[in-house]
């Protein structure tokens, strides 16, 4: 089962060519395919900035597309305890890595920072 980051998540929904073969083979035969509500605020909130342009009732369009939407439990806000290493870091990333971990997800993504960890469960989605 995989999370999508927001960046995976608009490069599946724009069909881009960035999303590597891997990826793609990976969202195509997993049991399922998850986005977190962190990606949907992050998202919105990146619209509303005028920083990319999302479409109103995103939620809906990806249920429709046949991807499950993960809710943010205070389970996993404490899980980022145990990612010390990202203090610094993206707290919308930070809470996909934990949310990850704790819900036994394979993160999908193309930020280097978190694919520098070298943790199994954080994926390239650029391949």
Do not use: C, N, Y
Request: charged share 20%; net charge negative.
């Amino acid at each position: 089962m995989l999370l999508l980051d927001s960046q995976a998540l608009l490069w599946l929904l724009d069909d881009s060519p960035r999303l590597g073969p891997r990826s793609r083979q990976a969202i195509t035969s997993a049991q399922g395919v998850h986005v977190s509500a962190a990606t949907v605020w992050e998202l919105t909130i990146k619209t509303i900035l005028g920083k990319l342009s999302v479409p109103a009732g995103l939620p809906a369009r990806l249920t429709a597309q046949g991807l499950e939407l993960l809710s943010v439990t205070a389970e996993h806000a404490e899980a980022i305890r145990d990612f010390p290493e990202l203090t610094r870091h993206d707290p919308f990333d930070r809470l996909l890595v934990a949310q990850a971990r704790h819900s036994g997800l394979q993160l999908l993504t193309a930020d280097q920072v978190l694919l520098s960890l070298g943790h199994d469960f954080i994926l390239d989605a650029a391949r």
